[in-house]
Each structure stands twice: as structure tokens, then as C-alpha cells.
């Protein structure tokens, strides 16, 4: 069975103090990783979209990582307005069109 | 990325009685979206796909004489909450898929209160 688990549940930095969000996985066959950025009281927003070991992908402050076993979100001098829950979920080839979620970390920036 | 909305964006009803929850997609047709339950500080879960003119499938668990579904244009998928009970109050997610790499785009969601 598919299984996401994101990890801090909850993480407190200071404006500018760098740090990673980790997302661990076990899928049979993974046709993709994603990363949504998720604002209280809202839907999910898309950020990014990761398919092998070795990919990277960036947008702003944020740039993701992915391996066999895992994924990384790293944030680079995070702003205020960086801070939401930051979900991870995978895609894998015994799942049809489901994409399995994770709890998320809460992210909070304080200025 | 794609466009999905959702309507109403709250709602507040009395045990009982129902609730209708439109999700759109605005800018292609869609013959497959997704819908989504958020309890508080709680990760989103799967209740049901659905499928532009037939029935929808549901996860294991999601009572679908509950929760009725229905996709009867490639632009409009619906969810009803029948006879809603204060267990039912949550946050209701809609999403549908886009580009060759099928990421899913979400709606913003509907806060449901029941008392």
C-alpha cells in the first residue's frame, strides 16, 4: 500500500533562517511526487511536480529534491507569507488516479 | 496551472437537511475530478472519483447513498450531503487533472457547518 509521511509536523524558524521539509514514501512504481503549498481556510497550491531520483525543481525560496526513498523541500531565507502547510502526496502506478496525501508540516515564519 | 471553483465557499445548515457543493472547472472540460474531506489540522482524504457521465467510484468507508455525486456536464461535478449531521461538518476539496503529467488542481474549498 502507498504510504506518505511528512516530517516536522510543525517547524517555527526565524525570517531568513534556511531549512528542509522531508516527505518519505513507499509506492510501488511512482509515476509522480507533488508538493503543495495549502493556506489556511483554502485548497492546495500546486508547486511542483517530481518524477525520478536526481530531479530538482526550484520556484522562488523553494526548491525541491527527490530520491527513491524520499523528498525534500528546502526553503532558502523564508519570508513571512512563506508560511502554510506544506503538503507532499504521490502518485504510483497501483493507484489508478489516486495521489496519496501526507499530514503536511505547518510551517510558521516569524519576522 | 488550472482553474477549478467551488460554490458556495460556506455553508451553515441544521441537522438534516441537505447540502448541494458545485465544483467547476473554468477553463477545460474535465471528464474526471476528485472529491476531497479536510478535518481540522488533518491531511486531505480521498472520498470519491467522478466520472462525467456515469457513476462515480468511492473509497472504501464513504457511504455514497450519503454522499451523492454527479458529473452530468464536462465542466460541473456536484456533491450532496444527504440528511447532514453535525459529523459531517468539514472542509470539502474538489480537484481535477491537467497536463501529461496528471498533477491535480484544487478548488478553494467549502467550509461546511452543520448544528
Known amino acids: 500500500e502507498d504510504q506518505v509521511t511528512q516530517s516536522p509536523e510543525a517547524l517555527r524558524l526565524q525570517e531568513g533562517e534556511s531549512s528542509s521539509l522531508n516527505c518519505s514514501y513507499t509506492?510501488?512504481?511512482?509515476?509522480?511526487l507533488f508538493w503543495y503549498r495549502q493556506d489556511p481556510g483554502k485548497g492546495p497550491e500546486f508547486l511542483f511536480t517530481?518524477?525520478?531520483a536526481g530531479e530538482e525543481k526550484e520556484k522562488e525560496r523553494l526548491k525541491a529534491t527527490l530520491t527513491k526513498k524520499e523528498s525534500f523541500l528546502h526553503i532558502t531565507a523564508p519570508k513571512p507569507e512563506d508560511s502554510a502547510t506544506y503538503l507532499c502526496a504521490v502518485h504510483g502506478y497501483s493507484s489508478a488516479s489516486k495521489i496519496i496525501f501526507g499530514s503536511g508540516t505547518r510551517l510558521s515564519i516569524r519576522p | 496551472g488550472a482553474v477549478v471553483s467551488q460554490h458556495p465557499s460556506w455553508v451553515i445548515c441544521k441537522s438534516g437537511t441537505s447540502v448541494k457543493i458545485e465544483c467547476r472547472s473554468l477553463?477545460?472540460?474535465?471528464?474526471?475530478m476528485f472529491w476531497y474531506r479536510q478535518f481540522p489540522k488533518q491531511s486531505l482524504m480521498l472520498m470519491a472519483t467522478s466520472n462525467e457521465g456515469s457513476k462515480a467510484t468511492y473509497e472504501q468507508g464513504v457511504e455514497k447513498d450519503k454522499f451523492l455525486i454527479n458529473h452530468a456536464s464536462l465542466t460541473l461535478s456536484t456533491l450532496t450531503v444527504t440528511s447532514a449531521h453535525p459529523e459531517d461538518s468539514s472542509f470539502y476539496i474538489c480537484?481535477?487533472?491537467?497536463?501529461?503529467?496528471?498533477?491535480?488542481?484544487f478548488g478553494p474549498g467549502t467550509r461546511l457547518l452543520v448544528l
Open positions: 480537484s481535477k487533472k491537467a497536463g501529461r503529467e496528471e498533477t491535480q488542481y
Open positions: 509506492v510501488s512504481g511512482l509515476r509522480g
Open positions: 477553463d477545460f472540460q474535465a471528464t474526471t
Open positions: 517530481l518524477y525520478s
